[in-house]
């Protein structure tokens, strides 16, 4: 029994499709969520800015005494969880492996599509997993950089005709090459379910990285009797923008009103140092 909250980040509020499945599989997990809304998207950025904001996004968290941090974001979670692993002395667990799995297994025509960021997609993780899991697969790779921002400016629901628009621009060459399996790589994609389910057709299984990634946490802090032993659990919500924003956009992930549970943080090498009591002039 480990009473301590979980750390949860991502570069804006797609990895609280990871908090949402995560709140109904561990009803009482305390939860600790940090959106860097003032810097996403990060899977356009060069693998050594991911790597920088990625360390700032996990010493932030850390400031809290946690139990577990899981990466709710593609990106980083291809590009630097070893890392993250080696660099810090509590679990921290990504999305990527456990959605690859899932996909793996998931298929029947051993063609499986995959869709994320252009760091994801240049990082062939996906690819590797799921190759190891089923050496007869066939993954076809598509980066869709527009996703992110029309996701976090509320651009997700059916009818709207820019988002059905990128979406048959992106996904026409993964349904014409007859894809049974598609992977939401990013946990943004998740809120895009039913433009992309409709347009992909029910044939097609859609394999959520959040939710899936989540499981994978509630698994994992149950082989190692980590679950914590209350009714119900609080969230807590960090942004580096605007808390407005980000609680409007947290309503619709998570079905539930936030607002007056997001604080808005300065993230960056001299704040974080403040917080966690490191001198400027510490070598």
Known sequence: MDQRPIGVFDSGVGGLTTVRE??????GEDIIYFGDTGRVPYGSRSRETI???????????????LKAIVIACGTVSTTALDLLREENPIPVLGVVEPAARAAAKATR?????????QATIRSGAYE?????????AKVMAKACPLFVPLVENGRVEPGDIVIETVVKE?????????????VLGC???????????????????????????????????RQSDALANRAAGVSR???????????????????????????????GAE????????????P
């Open 187 to 221: 946990t943004h994609y998740p809120l895009l379910e039913r433009v992309i389910g409709a347009f992909m057709g029910p044939d097609v299984t859609l394999i959520n990285a959040g939710a899936e990634g989540a499981r994978a946490t509630c698994q994992t802090l």
């Open 109 to 117: 025509s051993g063609v499986i599509g995959l869709i994320g960021t």
């Open 271 to 282: 704040i974080l140092n403040h917080r966690l009591g490191i001198r400027n002039d510490t």
């Open 51 to 65: 790597i920088k904001y990625a360390r700032q996004d996990v010493a932030f968290l850390r400031t809290f005494d």
């Open 22 to 27: 995560l709140k109904r599989l561990l009803p």
């Open 170 to 182: 992106y996904l026409s060459p993964l349904k014409d090459a007859g894809v049974d399996t598609l």
């Open 237 to 267: 919500y960090f942004v580096s923008d605007s808390t407005a924003d980000f609680s409007r956009l947290a309503a619709i992930f998570l079905r539930e009103d936030v607002t007056g549970q997001v604080q808005q943080v300065e993230i």
């Open 128 to 136: 590797r997993v799921i190759s190891a899991a089923n050496p007869t």
